[in-house]
Nanobody, 121 residues
């Protein structure tokens, strides 16, 4: 009985930065993990990063390590994805998800609507 709403996507030049936000709203929230996944046209959905809601533990996918950073603000019920050093290959629709401690998109049951990130050459 809750909703995930992504925001912050847009068009940026290669090397630029962008911060995505995922606001969580609802009466109850039992998922212990929030994740970011992305999907480029013609490709499968890909793991980006996850964060444990209470402990703050994180896992970042190899292609984004050192460039992207997932974080959360418990008081604001919001999860962020700070994206630095963006590359054209980062262009995709980015989705926020809620579920178990897993890097597999198949494990997640709750998804936001997605926000488009486009990185120009």
């Amino acid at each position: 009985q809750f909703q995930l709403l992504e925001s912050g996507g847009g068009l940026v030049q290669a090397g630029g930065s962008l911060r995505l936000s995922c606001g969580v709203s609802g009466r109850t929230f039992s998922s212990n993990t929030m994740g970011w996944f992305r999907q480029a046209p013609g490709k499968e959905r890909e793991f980006v990063a996850i964060i444990h809601w209470s402990s703050g533990a994180t896992i970042h996918a190899d292609p984004v390590k050192g460039r992207f950073s997932i974080s959360r603000d418990n008081a604001k019920s919001t999860v962020y994805l700070q994206m630095n050093g963006l590359r054209p290959e980062d262009t995709a629709v980015y989705y926020c998800a809620a579920g178990p401690w897993s890097t597999r998109d198949e494990a997640y049951d709750y998804w936001g609507q997605g926000t488009q990130v486009t990185v120009s050459t």
